[in-house]
């Protein structure tokens, strides 16, 4: 089993900046593919962002390209989100995923990862 808690989200006006972290503990956290996705209020979720177990590869939604960072510290079994130039459109609960089966349906689709957090809310005004 493995658990994930994320923190670091809040209020920010447009063209700012958060950082969102998740924590994970359990089963080894560095051998998880970890995933970012987000739930706006009356939208299904969707995908944000992935990294593979080592950093070395990572994956956006093209909404986030060139504004949004993942990356890890397997030291710390955590997994980073940074947001830059945000906008109102990305306001949302933010999730974190791990991804331990690795099924091979893609870093993109939710289906893929075996375990969630319950989320931070980022709320961005214009």
């Known amino acids: 089993q493995v658990q994930l808690v994320e923190s670091g989200g809040g209020l920010v006006q447009a063209g700012g900046s958060l950082r969102l972290s998740c924590v994970a503990s359990?089963?080894?956290?560095?051998?998880?593919?970890m995933g970012w996705f987000r739930q706006a209020p009356g939208k299904e979720r969707e995908f944000v962002a992935a990294?593979?177990?080592?950093?070395?590869?990572?994956y956006y939604a093209d909404s986030v390209k060139g504004r949004f960072t993942i990356s890890r510290d397997n030291a710390k079994n955590t997994v980073y989100l940074q947001m830059n130039s945000l906008k109102p459109e990305d306001t949302a609960v933010y999730h974190c995923?791990?991804?331990?089966?690795?099924?091979?349906?893609?870093?993109?689709?939710?289906?893929?990862?075996?375990?969630w957090g319950q989320g931070t809310q980022v709320t961005v005004s214009s």
């Open positions: 359990g089963r080894t956290f560095s051998r998880y593919v």
């Open positions: 990294i593979s177990w080592s950093g070395g590869s990572t």
């Open positions: 995923a791990a991804d331990f089966r690795q099924t091979g349906l893609g870093w993109g689709d939710q289906r893929e990862y075996d375990y």
